[in-house]
């Protein structure tokens, strides 16, 4: 980076950067898609029922109560699924915040991607890691699972996943929500945290609640006790026309307010010059300064847009 001082630099340049987390008291601040991470700890590379794919993103940092839950769920899945373990996308960056590439969400530590392909029974090198993909689990009309590569131990792997308490919601591609409510049986109570979203369809996307110790964080309301399996719940994502990259009128104006917003976090210009923008995070300084992720007074134009902001991949 030629001038890391400049003003008008965007914090994401800086955040995606470092490579350690902040040396303080582990909190998460701020909303998934407007926020950052203290204190972060990294998902070892490798465990006995879980490997980290991607290894080159530095992407395997979250709150610890993210960490805890991975692991716990990696052993659970071995055993109900018959999984060798699972393979861990992303979490967050060392100091959480806003990324170079890739998601708007995963930036205040609570929340991670996992493979909806099994784990394999070695250890992956780490050439394997970047070049290896997951495999897609939506037929190609987009209206249901592929048959070919969904399986039962699917079902219990996302079902393992929303039953952990400290879970709050699980984004899923909306054929696969369908194949979920098709196929439960017994309990369907914990079919309300898994909520269909556009892309999803080779991940699952786990966001905890936010810890109960960290004020700073926003969460979104609790989803609904409805299981959200009825005809009208899938009318929005299967009758009406859709774009063939999946993006409606909705997210389209959540991108726009969003670009707003990434388009003037800046660097404090003036010494003492302070953020108000909701959610802003010190993550950093230069020359003694505080920087933010957030910019300074910017506003999104409603709730359910902020909400929109914080389910993105």
Known sequence: MSNPNDPHLDAKELVARKTVPASLAVRSIGFYAKGCLAGAEALPINGKTWQVMRLSRNRNWAHPDMIKLLERLSDKVH???????????DLSQPRGGPMLTGHTSHQAGVDAD??????????????????????MMVRADRLDVDPKVWTPSHLLVIRAAAEEPQVERIFVNAAIKKALCREAEGDRTWLSKVRPMYGHDYHYHIRIKCPAADSECKSQPPPSTDEGCSPKDFAYWFNEPRAPWDVSRHAVKARTANNACRSSRRLPQ??????TCPGACVVGTIESQPYSNAGAGQQVSSSSELMLFGSGI
């Open 79 to 89: 055993e109900v699924a018959g999984w060798p373990g699972l393979l861990v996308g």
């Open 114 to 135: 996992v493979w909806l392909t099994p784990m394999p029974d070695r250890e992956l090198s780490r050439v394997e890691r970047e070049e290896m993909s997951a495999t």
């Open 270 to 275: 003036d010494p003492g010059r302070s953020v």
